[in-house]
């Protein structure tokens, strides 16, 4: 498994932007995909991006699609997520994961990652 600590979080207007950002040490970072899901208060936690291990390829969920960037640093082992037009929704608990298997995915799923960071809170305020 890989350890993962996000930072970034905050307070913020509806409107604003964060960057949330998520360093990994443990295991040869660039071979595994990256994503980044968040958990509302009494919601399920719901998938928000990935990123592929080279990095080439972004998913997103429909709710954050042409809001939201996920980037990588392979060199720096970091993956960020860039949250721009922040709506009262965005927010929750956000967590980095990385996924399960080198060399393939992501998936949209939580199942399929296996490394997970303790979260970053994010609150927008209207």
């Known amino acids: 498994q890989v350890q993962l600590v996000e930072s970034g979080g905050g307070l913020v207007q509806a409107g604003g932007s964060l960057r949330l950002s998520c360093a990994a040490s443990?295991?040869?970072?660039?071979?595994?995909?990256m994503g980044w899901f968040r958990q509302g208060s009494g919601k399920e936690r719901d998938f928000v991006a990935a990123?592929?291990?080279?990095?080439?390829?972004?998913y997103y969920a429909d709710s954050v699609k042409g809001r939201f960037t996920i980037s990588r640093d392979n060199a720096k082992n970091t993956v960020s997520l860039q949250m721009n037009s922040l709506k009262p929704e965005d927010t929750g608990v956000y967590y980095c994961a990385a996924y399960r298997s080198p060399w393939t995915g992501p998936s949209a799923q939580q199942t399929d990652f296996d490394s997970w960071g303790q979260g970053t809170q994010v609150t927008v305020s209207s």
């Open positions: 990123i592929t291990w080279r990095g080439g390829t972004t």
């Open positions: 443990g295991r040869t970072f660039s071979r595994f995909a």
